[in-house]
């Protein structure tokens, strides 16, 4: 299937006992030591008056790293925003690996270690492209993009996470993305994933 050109990652954190703030020092030093490989990080922006959303964001060239409060749920929002994968499916494998990455970086970060978790049993995807993944009445049906990309992100995530994880579409507003929830009971931890994801490009 073809790549969307847009495609985002949330994993929520198990425990998040800090304040938010705390992550515009650690974001700023990530980008002077330029610790994300393969991508380059512009800037911070702070949100965080907003509440229940994007609260700290990390700019990149490629890619957003954001901690993200929606709906009471913290975790860190992974957002490719271009040269995402060949195809869905390494688009797909490009933005987990990221996004695992991400998350072990704030788990191990000397300035928050200790203090955050990662689940690894769920997250949100979502195909920001509704040019080639159209979510709504015209993208219903058997054989519509938002079926064949259920579809392959069942096979793949089902190959990483575990047989036992499954994908469920989200019935959100037709305005809004097309988006699914993983829920993935017997996933490994985040260094067993990215072993699994390990990309040397």
Known sequence: ??????????????????DVESFIPVFHRWIREDVVPNELLLDVADYKHIGDGPAILLVGHEADYIIDLTDGKPGLLYVRKRDA?????D??????????????LTENDVELKGKLKLRTDGATIVLLDRLNYPNGANGDGADSPASDAQAQ?????????????????????????????????????????????????
């Open 85 to 89: 994968g060949s195809d869905l499916s």
């Open 91 to 104: 688009a797909l494998g490009r933005t987990l690996f990221q996004a695992l990455n991400g998350a072990k």
């Open 1 to 18: 299937m073809i790549a969307p050109h847009r495609l985002s990652v949330k994993f929520f954190f198990s425990d998040f006992s800090v």
């Open 153 to 201: 992100l069942s096979d793949n995530l089902a190959a990483i996470f575990g047989e036992d994880a499954t994908v469920t579409r989200v019935a959100n507003d037709a305005r809004e993305p097309l988006t699914f929830e993983l829920q993935a009971p017997s996933a490994p931890d985040v260094d067993t994933l990215l072993n699994q994801l390990g990309r040397g490009d």
